[in-house]
């Protein structure tokens, strides 16, 4: 059964529902001096999870950045999430316990507006 069906329903019709998807940006890594990869997201719909399409879609992924010679793939996972850890160990991923990701965001992040006007007296940055 899949109560979300309609709404992920194909515009092609003929019955076809999105199960998943896989959102990634290209990146580059100033460590390795080539282009790679970053994974924002692998989201499978519950009525499609455990039948293997997160490894599929990954497995994309890096088949398509080693086919262009890419230096890596990389991607965040929460700590509490130990499915999801097990799962890109699974696959030969290695965690890096040595980093930290940092954000800006809500009043931290808007205290930065219109900050770059300032610092060019408004002028665009050359």
Known sequence: ??????????A?????VTAGF????PNYSTFLSKLGL??????VRAPWCRRG???MMLSAVA???AELGMGRVEWCVLDWNKNAID???GMGADVLPQWRIYWLVGA???KYKGSQEEATGGKAAE
């Open 87 to 89: 799962f890109y160990e």
């Open 63 to 65: 088949d398509r950045s």
């Open 12 to 16: 092609r019709g003929g019955g076809r």
């Open 1 to 10: 059964m899949d109560p979300e069906a309609a709404a992920f329903a194909s």
């Open 108 to 110: 931290a992040l808007d």
């Open 53 to 55: 399409l997160d490894r």
């Open 22 to 25: 896989v959102i990634c940006f």
């Open 38 to 43: 970053y994974v924002e997201d692998i989201f």
